[in-house]
């Protein structure tokens, strides 16, 4: 990004990609082969807003990205060694347990590296935490081997000329971000896809759809409305997740329209549209990103299996297509395959990746990525975390461990904590929203898996409990099955009414 700029809202146009991407698959599985992209996803969605920064970055001189292990430069500036000290201070004095990885995991133990401002976590092992970029230890999980990715390491020390230089120009944000001033931009005219994004959400949604409909149509069948049907479509409304104060918003005014008189499946269909539509409207939005930070910090978390290594990828790819250098870090050290995975979105997305070994302190990593991304200037660093809700004492300390230790560097860091969801979940999702927000100061959520669930009706209800903003939905394992969240679109969709808004 340009230094100096003034700050820019960019808003993006809707349309897709020339051609539609197959979703290309990636592999949690160890050792599973990158898959590449020839080129960055050129998602050219507007649901991304960001900040320009107005003066250059407090980037440390003299302080260069890890390499091969050594922890930070020995000419690092005073401060950030004071820094690194005060936070391996709070660390070392914090109650905090940290997973240790299995010793029978470890296939080859990582080399002690200098340990200058290593950061290890009560109860844990002296080792340092050596989070090593790009370059992760060989390690098994249930006994499969993990590659090492040593060649991950020359790119990352050397920052690829790949998404590097984006002073020459603003960068036409994906949609789905905004910058926090306002300056839009268009978006470049691309073809039409085969599917539309409407026709894509409204499969993903059939199931959740057809049950509703199908149910109102049984129970509006020539009958008048009465106080009976009443309670019987808002019992129905309930059941299908959608929330008791939608529910009755749904009935209050489908009873101040048509009250006594005939009422058809299409009545209900539309005054449902409409009032799903009010509950969203106020929540979708787009994540404003305020590239003024550089990097702006986004922690993602989330219970295991809500996708949050996967819609780190399909963020990194939209933010990386648009031209801004992104990284992303695996914050997750609970799980191998959860840091490979990571580590073949980096290389798909072109985004620079920092991991560390199986059980280390996922706050000292989100320490050292942070200190990295600002040396390298990169406009965005995504974190991934560990979900372990079994666990939430561990969880908790965890998270909280990390915010704390990010403020260290920026007090106004993590600047977006985002929660992913599983819509399968259901009504549970409305309780992981609670916990994480108290736990780790949730600010935005993500669904994800909303392809072929019944239960998307939940989001709906999550959105009038807990009016966070909902960024994205997510459709599908794909890079591109992320979209801007679109209130009516949603709401149509799940109606089984309207036609979209043409996307
Ligand atoms: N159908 C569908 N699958 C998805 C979506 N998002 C993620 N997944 C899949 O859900 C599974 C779990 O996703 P992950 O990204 O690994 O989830 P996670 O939260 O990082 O999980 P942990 O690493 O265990 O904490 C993977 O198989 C993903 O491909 C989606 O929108 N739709």
Known sequence: MALGFIKKVFTFGREKPAEEQAPAEVSPKVGAPVVEQDAPVADTSPAFEFAEPSSPPSVPSGHLPHEGGDRLESNAPAEQEQQADEVAEVLSNE????????????????????????????????????????????RTEGGEEVPASSELSSRYSEPSSENTDTSAEAPILPKGFSTAASVPALAPEAPKQKLSWFQRLRAGLARTSSQLTGQIAALFTKRKLDDQTLQDLEDLLIQADLGVETAMRVTDTLASERYGKDVTSEDVGRIMAQEIAKVLKPVAKPLQLDLSHKPHVILVVGVNGTGKTTTIGKLAAKLSGAGLKVMVAAGDTFRAAAIEQLKIWA????????????????????????????????????????????????LMAELEKIVRVLGKLDPDAPHTVLQTLDATTGQNALNQVE??????????????KLDGTARGGILVAISAKH???????????????????????????????????GQ
Do not use: C, H, W
């Not at 990885?101 to 935490?129: L, N, R, Y």
């Open 95 to 138: 109650p905090f347990a940290v997973e240790q990885a299995d010793e029978s995991e470890v296939v080859e133990p990582e080399q002690a590296k200098s340990a200058e401002t290593d950061i290890t976590a009560e109860g844990a092992s002296a080792e340092p935490i050596s989070p090593l970029v790009g370059e992760m230890s060989d």
């Open 347 to 394: 290389e798909r997305t072109k985004s620079e990746f920092i991991g560390t070994k199986l059980g280390a302190d996922a706050a000292g990593l989100a320490f050292d990525a942070f200190q990295q991304a600002k040396a390298n200037k990169s406009d965005v660093l995504i974190i991934d975390t560990a979900g372990r809700l079994q666990n939430k004492a561990e």
């Open 435 to 448: 916990i994480f927000r108290n736990i780790a100061g949730v600010n935005g959520l993500i669904m994800t």
């Open 467 to 501: 009016k966070l903003p909902v960024y994205f939905i997510g459709v599908g394992e794909g890079v591109d099955d992320l979209e801007p969240f679109e209130a009516e679109d949603f709401a149509n969709a799940i109606a089984g009414t309207g036609a979209g808004n």
